[in-house]
């Protein structure tokens, strides 16, 4: 019975010299927390990776099939002459120049602040207002001289 009573003691003592040995500052939240970080960061890396496949894949998709549309648009019309009207057709009308483009606000506009304003009061409609649809803006019309 003594010989039981010394292995337990002997156990007993190898136990807590055991736990005298580890270390006394594991924070086991810090630990989750980073080992949580680092799932994330890599679940993060392999999301991102699929995304940048996939959409890679997509745009070679999508350019492969513009290109070999257009080759067969092409090889389609290649060599032949333009196809002729009908017969009894009116001619088809083309302008004699081409028509010049024109700003749709006048350049004096941006820098006549009187018009401006004018053009933006004349622009507010009194049943958009009353309706609460545009911010109300106020406009200081005295000249600034």
Same mark, same amino acid.
């Given at each position: 019975? =003594?010989?039981?009573?010394?292995? *337990?003691?002997? *156990?007993?003592?190898?136990?807590?010299?055991?736990?005298?040995?580890?270390?006394?500052?594991?924070? +086991?939240? &810090?630990?989750?927390? !980073?080992?949580? @970080? !680092?799932?994330? &960061?890599?679940?993060?890396? =392999?999301? !991102?990776?699929?995304?940048?496949g996939d959409v890679l894949e997509e745009a070679m998709r999508r350019a492969d +099939?513009?290109? *070999?549309?257009? &080759?067969?648009?092409i090889r389609r019309i290649e060599g032949r002459?333009?196809?002729?009207? @009908?017969?009894?057709?009116?001619?088809?009308?083309e302008l004699s120049s081409p028509l010049p483009l024109r700003p749709l606000f006048p350049f004096e506009i941006r820098f006549d602040t009187l018009l401006r304003d004018s053009l933006l009061l004349d622009s507010l409609h009194l049943d958009s207002i009353d309706r609460g649809l545009l911010p109300e803006v106020e406009i200081d019309l005295e000249d600034e001289n």
């Open positions: 019975m =003594n010989l039981k009573y010394h292995h *337990l003691s002997l *156990l007993l003592v190898l136990f807590v010299m055991g736990t005298g040995c580890m270390p006394d500052d594991l924070d +086991s939240d &810090a630990h989750v927390m !980073e080992k949580f @970080r !680092e799932r994330i &960061a890599d679940l993060t890396r =392999n999301l !991102e990776r699929d995304c940048n +099939s513009l290109l *070999l549309d257009r &080759a067969k648009r002459p333009p196809r002729p009207g @009908r017969p009894g057709a009116p001619p088809v009308k």
